[in-house]
């Protein structure tokens, strides 16, 4: 769609000047992102991002990311170009990097090129496979599969350090005599400067089949062990090796090895389905929060799902091939940014990802065209990683458009429950030599002086309705900031007025 100049005094109508059915493999998508460059003829260029999930026989399902080019020639719009990957996860982070030319992607598991219109060599996708079978076969390419599990540190002790490694060999690894077939042996390594007190151990598997002596693997276990306490069996009805280790210490790994790439390779899965259930003789009582002021100062800590092991990875758009990947375990996302359009910055991206760190929100921009340094910290927000955690009930989080081009301040963030309630966290302006804590109020007798503390507040908007929010956005604009509240039947626009607080 397009209108005349939106700046006149007369308000322009839309019109739509190019409409299609695009294929994609499921009924619906989601437009993630979108953005508008200029060919090199000069003629306007809209790409855009849609993600759909696919389901095969009720059982397996992956996400497909859709890059749609839709380009215009001699007046006449077309779809120019369209390019197709899968993930057998739905990431939580999906962006253009500035211009049409690389994509900024977060997910935990890796993304496969199934489909390119202009280049017919990476496709990947034929008629008789699905979309479904093609991700397991290229994730899956492994000749075996690693699953592990772990007991909880609430289990009894000597229970509690146990940790089982199953492994499915592939069909044409069956083993005659399992005794002399199967090598596992836990070696002690080396380890860095910040690990010199602790003595790690990489397990080694081997088995010999028909074809000769095949490595299964030979990595980094994530922590200490005791390698005389390892055991395993073999399983001949279901071909698997099943290896029980006892950690050193108890406590929760977050991941079987130390590296992310080598459970990548490993297809390394954890099994939370077979662990055993926790019951309690207490009377049903209701539930109280998520979390008390102890555990609040904890949200530094990886939990549940955070525990995945996220990757931030940057698609090239002419391979489809991931060029650069960062790890980010431990770094929870918080919530995608809005970026306001500066005229001057081409490659400037429209959306921002806030990641957590210790207790604070870090707001980071890719980088297109720095390779030593794909992405840039452009913003902080104190304390709020311990602000969102108490938000359990969340529907959706929001902060003013912010500007890319300088390290931005964000005045406030707001975030929605799934019905009534509106949070409004204010942080002040930053100034030299000062700290900013989070308070509920002044406290008495305070000194002002040269080691000021500024405060940041937060503020509770009740909706005169108990309807679904189903949209939100944050603005910062004069004379006054503002959020916008749509629900079922409802628009609700909050005016904000930062010295009111």
Known sequence: MES??????????????????????????????????????????????????????GEKSCVHIDWFTIACSSSEWRVSRLRRLACSVFPDYVAFEGGPFTLAVRSTQPLVPLFDSAKPAINSLTPSSSPVEVVASDLGSTVSRFTWTQSLPSMPQGDSCLLNVLVKLSDNQQLANPKTAIDVVCRPCETSADGANMKFHRLELRVQTDKGSVQLCNARLFAPIRPSNTMWTYDRE?????????????????RLFAEPDEEMRLGVRYDDESLPAVTTN??????????????????????EADDEEAVMQRIDGESLKTVLK??????????????????????????LLCTRYDVDGLVWAPQPDNQEHPWVHVATLQAFGYVLASKQNRRFVASPPLDVSQFSHVPFVAVTDMSRHVYIYWQPNPTKDSLTELRHRQLNNEELGSGVVHTSWQQVVSLPDAEEVIGFAAVATNPYSACVVATRKNLHLICLDEEDQ
């Open 238 to 254: 279901t071909n698997c090796i099943d290896i029980t280790l006892v950690k050193e210490e108890a406590g929760t790994w977050p």
């Open 282 to 303: 207490a009377p049903d009582e209701p539930m109280q929060s998520c979390f008390n002021v102890e555990q609040l100062e904890d949200v530094d800590m990886v939990q």
């Open 326 to 351: 960062a790890e980010m375990i431990g770094h929870q996302k918080l919530y995608v940014a809005l970026t306001s359009p500066v005229e001057s910055s081409v490659n400037q991206p429209s959306q």
């Open 4 to 57: 005349s100049e939106r700046l006149s005094d007369i308000f322009p109508c839309w019109e739509v000047v190019f409409e299609k059915q695009l294929d994609l493999a499921s009924e619906s998508g989601y437009l993630i992102d979108a953005v508008q460059t200029k060919t090199a003829a000069g003629e306007p260029q809209v790409d855009c991002i849609l993600l759909s999930v696919i389901k095969s026989n």
